[in-house]
Structures are given as C-alpha cells and as structure tokens.
C-alpha cells in the first residue's frame, strides 16, 4: 500500500472528485437524450410500419391484402370486412365473446355499420349502452355481464340471442385467454353455426403441431405461452363441424377465420394449404394510430340504427 492518505480518507475524496466530473457529463446526457431518442423511436416506428404493410400488401392470401385496423386489436377489421361481403351480408347479427371494456374488438366495426348483436364479458364497459328500445322494437346491442365458463356459454349465447329477439348469428369471435378451444366446442356441437367464426390461436404452435391447454374453469393467463390451442387443433374442430380455414391475420398472427363451407364457392382464390394460411405471432405490431377514444366508441354503440339506415349495402363478389 502507498504511503500518505488513508484508504478511507481517499476514498472520500474520489467520490466527490468522481460525482463533480460526472454531474456536468450526466445533465449533458439528460439534455441530448430526449433529441436522441425522439429520432431513433420515429425511425424504429416507421420502420416496424412499413414492415407491417409489407406483410399485408405482399401475402399471397387475397383476404389479408384487405387488413386493416378500424377498432379490432390490429388487422382484423379489414379480413373481416372483405370475409362479409364475399358472404353477400348487408347487415347481419353478430355475437361476440370476450369484448374487454368495449373499446377495442372485432365486432365494433360491423356495429358502426349498422349490424346489430350481443356480447359476453366479464368486465365492466367503460361506456353505458342505450337503454331497451319502445315494446314492439328491437334491441340493437346487449351485453352480458358474467365469467364464461365451459358449461355455462351456451346458454349465454342462447340469453343472448334472446335479449336482441333473434335466434342464429352470422358472425361470432371468441378470445378469453385460455380455455377458448373448449367454448368454441361446446358453442359448434351445441349447433351455434355461424357463417364467420373468429377465434384467437396459439401461433406459437405451427402446423402440423397439434397443442391446447388443458381445460381448468379458475384459468387467468399469466401473460406467457400457456394458453388457447395451436391452429392445427382449431382446424381439426372446425372441419368436424362443416368450417374450413380461410385467413389467419398476418399483421400479429393472432386471430383466425374460419368460414361455413357452405360459402366455398366465394373463396376460390384463397389458399387450401394450412402452413401458408398460418401466420407467426408477432404480438408487438399492429399498435398504430391514435388511441380509441371512450366517446368515439359509445356514440358507435348509442346509434347502431342510425348507421344501418345510412350505410350502403356491400355488393357480393
């Protein structure tokens, strides 16, 4: 050890030599960050767009060419658009299980346009929906509020139906984070048929990897992997049940379509092969545009008839 100051004393005065240097050097970096970052993030956004657009503009299924991003969480809105009116639908009913607060889905965008349903959730809207209509009419929107569980949907679905004076749907989607292999079963051999049916799927399971959880009524996701079913167990479930595959939506590969076959014959140009219809996950795209506003989403819901009567009917292809 050198001679002279005490490690202790030395230390002390390395410290203050130490934070006088470093704390011009650290307000200089505060003051460059934000410009430096504020670039790079535009960059990086940019980039992960034209990426985004890349895979929709570029996919050899003509139905995710039509991906866009209305309400639903990324390019579903657009597959579904495109998906109805090769169904010749004007305006339909539409079901839909797992809606969140009500403010980012996949049956939003049919309801702007003057469709009218029912929806099962367990959370509160974070909007109030229109009060029942005058005896004689019906409702446009219902919404049940309650835990969904294997043995309980299809009467849920059957509730529901009932609250808005109908009695088959033409487009349902279904996301609950977990145990939604086994509501789509019970909802499908109940003979709830509808024409579109959309379901999230464990894209991190490719075909032909046959995968689902096992069922438990107490699930919650835990944000990891375990949850749902690959798409090649969907698939298997819905060929029983007269569906076939038409899309899987490329942007996040999250949600996919199955179509009544009964419809083929409007979906010639779309692949048969199920590796070229799946899509990886790519959970972190889609997030672009503004965020959805609470009065944007309820004056959509308070005015469904109003929509129907002045939106232009879709012409079948």
């Known amino acids: 050890m050198r001679k002279g100051l005490s490690p202790s004393f030395s230390s002390r005065v390395g410290n203050r030599v130490w934070r ?81 607060d009500g403010l980012e889905n996949n049956t939003i965008v049919l309801a702007s346009l003057g469709w009218r349903g029912f929806w099962v959730g367990g959370q509160e809207l974070a909007y109030t929906l229109p009060p029942d209509p005058a005896p004689g009419q019906r409702k446009d929107i219902a919404y049940i509020q309650e835990f969904i569980r294997k043995d309980n949907i299809v009467a849920l679905a059957q509730q529901g139906l009932a609250l808005i004076s109908e009695s088959k749907v033409d487009v349902a989607s279904l996301d609950l984070d977990g145990n939604d292999y086994y509501f789509v079963d019970a909802l499908l051999t109940s003979g709830f048929l509808p024409k579109l049916f959309i379901v999230e799927y464990n894209a991190k399971f490719m075909p032909p990897i046959r995968w689902k959880i096992d069922y438990n009524p107490d699930h919650r996701w835990r944000f990891d992997d375990y949850f749902g079913a690959s798409l090649a167990e969907y698939n298997d479930l819905f060929q029983k049940h007269g569906y076939f595959l038409a899309c899987c939506n490329a942007a996040t590969g999250m949600n996919a379509f199955f179509v009544h076959s009964s419809y083929r014959e409007s979906f010639r140009d779309v692949p048969t092969d199920i590796d070229v219809l799946w899509s990886p996950p790519r959970y972190r795209l889609g997030n672009n545009g503004h965020p959805v506003s609470i009065k944007t989403v309820a004056k959509i819901m308070n005015n469904i008839s109003t929509a129907r009567k002045t939106s232009k009917p879709n012409s079948q292809s």
């Open 20 to 100: 006088a240097l470093t704390a011009p050097f650290r307000s200089l970096i505060g003051s460059l960050q934000k410009p430096l970052t504020e670039p790079l993030e535009s960059i990086a956004g940019t980039l992960l767009c034209n990426y985004q657009e890349n895979l929709i503009r570029d996919h050899v299924n003509p139905l995710n060419r039509c991906g866009r991003k209305v309400f639903s969480q990324s390019d579903e809105d657009g597959i579904t658009l495109e998906i109805v009116r090769r169904l010749g639908l004007d305006h339909g009913i539409f079901a839909e299980f797992g809606v969140g």
